[in-house]
């Protein structure tokens, strides 16, 4: 493990990216070379509340995707073991994602050797519906008119066309309910270290991309990179991996306190009686990946007395079968209809895993025997 | 009052369930409460059989399997061990009690031990009463 601050030689992607480019001259680099057959990265569309991933095989689009979308909260392993399984790709990565492409590593979804994972550290997104409200409510500018937002020390800050800002403090955002989607707000992974590289603005200069090369890939990237042209680099101060070890513990200190605040059981909260059984969370979470063989697919599951679902029933299923896994990403209660807090549960129950067996999901490198392998070992 | 409690006993075929078999063989009491459903290995039971059980009207759930070192396909109980840690978690979630779900290791032999399990097993239910689900 290594750290550089790196900074792109190509201008435009200077300009365009949000600390240094580094992340875009890198993916640049692997296209230009062959290296990869694509890559994965998001592209905002109408407005900043809207970026989606986009596969791209052009270096010349990959400016489009430059910068840091934090009302972007997607998911990569998902897509990529669904639709790139044979394909040699890059994509970028915040540490709920390289977590899930981890998990989908360990059952054979995803294979490493065909991957580059370019990790970003995360402070937290926010959901686009909620972040549109929240500009709405706590500043003074009409949400369609910010053309940039950004969180820096504590503060989600907002930029408008006219190159004025806004700040408000994030803590003040979420004690009202807004903020950073609640799952962000319980995440304690905030740098990706399963990622060949993780970069960030922590313990960065200006205008420089501070990356940790967690390994030999890792290395290489920058390495092909700084040949290839595209990337200069330097040594950061001790003084700035200092900083930046400090502001780590500082979000995960934070993060601790709010797991550590006493979440209601299943059977304590009101929301679960407005499950309409529509398979979304199931659909979506990157862990889940029966597909047609999904044990919520048998018609016992869709018989009059399951409508509406028994939470012990359906949830008990995806409980059982993946819970130990759950990397906390928050896709469930983004897509729940009913505003159902789904991924609350399944975090607790991997964190009792976790108290049983010392496993982090998708962070932890002893592989603790899966519920259904053959190993001869007890709890 | 308390008979009406139902038990669902899921018991694997070569160690439990032939020790259910051999305290029927000995005319040993116990309460009639249980209905046995009887597998092929501890191993096999998926813990969504447990939730189906309980949301079915069981009030207790047992799982009787042979003894670590004794199942007939090697490592079967070991599983059925590691998944029941997570089906206590879990019950625990939806707010039911971890003493009406109960495993244990009986071989064939164990007529005896089959036998004061249950014993026991009922009067922890007969304690806690009727199972109400929200
Ligand atoms: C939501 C979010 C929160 C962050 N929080 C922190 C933090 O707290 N501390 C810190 O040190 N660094 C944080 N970063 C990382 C930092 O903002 C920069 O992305 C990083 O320093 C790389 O800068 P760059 O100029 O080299 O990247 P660029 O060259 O601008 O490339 C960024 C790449 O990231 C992709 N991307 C943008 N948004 C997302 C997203 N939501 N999900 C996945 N990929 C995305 C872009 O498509 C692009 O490929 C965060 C990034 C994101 C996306
Ligand atoms: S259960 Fe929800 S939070 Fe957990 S991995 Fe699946 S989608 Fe993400
Ligand atoms: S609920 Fe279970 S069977 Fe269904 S997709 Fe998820 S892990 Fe697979
Ligand atoms: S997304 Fe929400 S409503 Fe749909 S099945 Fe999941 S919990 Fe129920
Ligand atoms: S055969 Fe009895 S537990 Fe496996």
Redesign the pocket.
Known sequence: MSYVL?K?QNNE?LE??????????I?KYLLDEGLVDGVL???PQDDVYD?F?VFVTDSED?LK??????C???M?GDLVQKYFIDKKVAF???PC?MRAVEELITRHKINRDNIYM?G??????VSPVSGRKMIDLFYEANPDDVVSE??DKGQFIIELADGSEEAVKIHDLENEGYGRRNNCQRCDV?IPRKANIA??????EDGW??IEINDEKGQELIDGAKKAGILETKSPSDAAVEG?SK?ENI?IKMAKKNQDATYPTVSEMTEWSRCISCYACRDVCPICWCFENCELNKPYFKDEANIPPVPIAFQGVRLSHMSFSCVDCGQCDDVCPMDIPVSLIFDKLQKKYYDRTGYVAGVSDDIKPPLYSPEKTEL | MSDDLKIVGLLCNWCCYGGADTAGTARMQYSPNIRIIRVMCSGRINPSMIFKAFQEGADGVFVGGCHIGDCHYDAGNYKWSRRSKIVEDILEEFGIEKERFRHEWISASEGEKFQRTMEEFHKTLTKLGPLELE
Do not use: Q
């Open positions: 790196a792109s992607i365009a990216g949000e600390c240094g480019g580094a992340v875009t001259s993916l990265a998001l592209s970026a991933p990959l995707t430059a910068g840091s979308y934090h972007a909260p997607t990569i970028t990565v915040k994602d370019i970003l550290n995360c402070g937290g997104t950004e969180i905030k970069c960030g603005n922590w313990g960065a991309t501070f930046r502001v979000m």
